[in-house]
């Protein structure tokens, strides 16, 4: 797992720079990271994961401002989610192990842009949205296929359940966008919810979606507690929708769902 766990945090901080300048309406293929404030261009030794932030103490090396804590916290989540779900899906001894894990662990990369990027500006970009569902697709049928070619268009199989869960979770979602002229749900939201049910099928659906309405909940009733928001304040659902996905699918790998320690 320590491989997984130094592989997501390299992800992590590609994944962040990601992140930052689709925020920014910048180019994130072309050019290297620089402060944001002096604009020196950062140095290799200077761009490891966790390791840097701790060397520098959390300074730029050229003008000596503090780094946002939110590089290393990202490389930090990224790095133990990757350990996590290889902890839980992982087997290097069966073909379906291989391709599950490496689907989680890119879906999971793609809900942690998601969740930034909607964190700071309320919206989901389009393109990561395709991307996502996309990328899901491609495995479940690739799951299937690995199982029985007759999986594809079984009830049994990932991709007819994924593609009932993917139409009823839009339009529930959908429903409470147009309904609440978007105050409740927006439409991103919409998509995203009908990406989770492509991932997680109409068996894991219901579930999938109480974890994420629980922890949004448990996070809004922080803020009123601490007076940090209203009644009246718009929270973005977005990384709830993908807290409660993955925590779904670590509860699954465990062996929670299976044997019936949690309903579903």
């Given amino acids: 797992m320590i491989f997984f766990f130094i592989l997501g945090t390299i992800v992590g901080s590609f994944l962040n720079v990601v992140a930052l300048r689709m925020e920014r309406n910048e180019d994130f293929v ?3 990271s620089a402060c944001p404030r002096c604009g020196s ?6 761009n490891i994961p966790l390791f840097s932030f701790l060397w520098l103490r959390g300074r730029c090396r050229g003008c000596h401002n503090p780094i946002s804590w939110r590089y290393p916290a990202v490389e930090l989540v990224t790095g133990i989610g990757y350990a996590v779900l290889a902890a839980c899906f992982f087997n290097p001894i069966e073909a379906s192990a291989w391709i ?3 689907w989680l662990l890119g879906l999971f990369s793609f809900f942690l842009v998601i969740a930034l990027y909607d964190s700071q500006t309320m919206e989901i970009p389009i393109a990561l949205l395709q991307a ?10 690739w799951l299937d296929w690995t199982v029985a070619t007759d999986m594809l268009w079984s009830m049994d199989g990932r991709t007819i ?4 869960g993917a139409l009823v979770a839009w339009g529930i979602f959908a429903s409470l966008s147009f309904f609440s002229q978007e105050t409740w749900m927006g439409w991103g939201d919409a998509w995203l919810a009908a990406i989770i049910g492509l991932a997680v099928g109409i068996e894991g659906l219901l579930f999938a979606l109480t974890l994420s309405f629980g922890f949004g909940a448990a996070f809004s009733m922080f803020l009123l507690w601490r007076k940090q928001a209203g009644m009246e304040t718009r929270v973005p659902f977005g990384p709830f929708l993908a807290i409660g996905t993955f925590a779904y699918f670590v509860l699954s790998g465990l062996g929670f769902l299976q044997y019936g320690l949690l309903w579903v």
């Fill in 161 to 164: 359940s994924g593609l009932i």
């Fill in 30 to 32: 072309h050019g290297r």
């Fill in 41 to 46: 261009l950062i140095r290799w030794y200077d």
């Fill in 100 to 102: 599950e894990t490496l």
């Fill in 132 to 141: 996502s569902a996309v990328w899901t697709l491609v495995f479940i049928l």
